[in-house]
């Protein structure tokens, strides 16, 4: 028989719910899902989570981002005109 040992994690009752319920719209209930983290961090010796920039998205999507923003599409003096009509 496999030992097995038990956590408990003190988490607000709304944190659960919420979590509860992703995790069964995914076909899981809460304890596997937490086992599914812990596995992946054995097994892979990394957070089962995308690390992310300073600005908050993985560095694909960053990057993503910063190759589709080129060049401005709005000319700097639509931008100022732009500002100007908002001033009263």
Not at 12 to 17: G, T
Not at 27 to 36: H, K, P, T
Not at 66 to 80: A, H, N, V, Y
């Amino acid at each position: 028989m496999k030992k097995t040992t038990t956590i408990h994690v003190r988490i607000p009752s709304r944190l659960k719910k919420s979590a509860q319920k992703v995790a069964e719209a995914n076909g899981l209930d809460l304890s596997s899902c937490i086992r599914v983290f812990l596995t992946h961090m054995d097994v892979r010796g990394t957070m089962p989570l995308p690390s992310l920039t300073v600005n908050g998205f993985t560095e694909e999507e960053e990057e993503e981002l910063l190759r589709r923003m080129g060049e401005p599409t709005i000319p700097i003096d639509g931008i100022k005109a732009f500002i100007d009509s908002c001033k009263p």
